[in-house]
């Protein structure tokens, strides 16, 4: 929202009425002026599964899913690729069934270390495939700043953009030497879990953000 420019007058009574009081804002967290297409339905068609991951590092910026102020998360919007026939039943048959998401809200402890401390109802995304969809929350989320919004996959989504540089990475709820078994389920769906997220995937992109409207 666009703050009011209150121009100055010559009564200082009058002044001081008409002097402006803080305002929400709203803004896009995780939100990239630069593109970022989801891999599938290319090959290969890569996927998040079966854990929760949050967005590092962008080539322009440190931290993007990182709440820059108190406020409540009121929605979250995701970019789906659209797999084709094959690689749908394929990934339907090996990372547990339909592809699904959510968000969650982690608070940052020590040593890569977060602490669940919301989460949003599971969305079922086959139908939302090659789009790019908005979910309000029914139940609005309160945060605070310095929380971390992840994407939470107890499945999978096709919501994984590639080709990007080093200096693009996103982290993930695995444990040292696990960064590459997604056969075991890491998503973060419990309020409470305290998790380390130690595995980093380098040159790829989440493709969702969540609006925030800070506390005014």
């Known amino acids: 929202m666009m703050r009011r420019a209150i121009t100055a007058l010559c009564v200082p009574a009058l002044a001081l009425a008409l002097a402006p009081s803080a305002s929400a804002r709203i803004s896009e967290i995780g939100f990239s002026s630069s593109s970022a297409t989801p891999a599938c339905p290319s090959s290969p068609c890569l996927a998040?599964?079966?854990?929760?991951?949050?967005?590092?590092?962008?080539?322009?910026?440190?931290?993007?899913?990182?709440?820059?102020?108190?406020?409540?998360?009121?929605?979250?919007?995701?970019?789906?690729?659209?797999?084709?026939?094959?690689?749908?039943?394929?990934?339907?048959?090996?990372?547990?069934?339909?592809?699904?998401?959510?968000?969650?809200?982690?608070?940052?402890?020590?040593?890569?270390?977060?602490?669940?401390?919301?989460?949003?109802?599971?969305?079922?995304?086959?139908?939302?495939?090659?789009q790019t969809t908005q979910f309000p929350l029914d139940?609005?989320?309160?945060?605070?700043?310095?929380?971390?919004?992840?994407?939470?996959?107890?499945?999978?989504?096709?919501?994984?953009?590639?080709?990007f540089s080093n200096s693009t990475s996103w982290r993930a709820s695995r444990q040292k030497k696990q960064c590459n078994n997604t056969t075991q389920q890491t998503a973060q769906q419990r309020v409470g879990q305290n998790t380390q997220y130690f595995c980093l995937y380098k040159t790829a992109r989440l493709t969702f953000t969540a609006t925030l409207i800070s506390t005014p």
Do not use: C, H
Not at 80 to 87: A, D, R, S
């Open 48 to 130: 998040v599964s079966r854990t929760s991951g949050y967005q590092a590092k962008t080539s322009t910026s440190r931290g993007p899913d990182t709440i820059p102020r108190d406020g409540r998360i009121v929605a979250w919007s995701i970019t789906l690729g659209k797999p084709n026939k094959k690689q749908t039943t394929f990934f339907n048959t090996n990372e547990g069934g339909p592809a699904s998401a959510q968000i969650t809200i982690l608070r940052p402890r020590k040593k890569l270390f977060y602490q669940v401390m919301a989460v949003s109802p599971v969305v079922q995304l086959q139908s939302y495939f090659g």
């Open 139 to 163: 139940t609005t989320i309160p945060v605070k700043k310095g929380w971390v919004v992840a994407l939470t996959v107890p499945t999978w989504a096709p919501a994984l953009a590639i080709g």
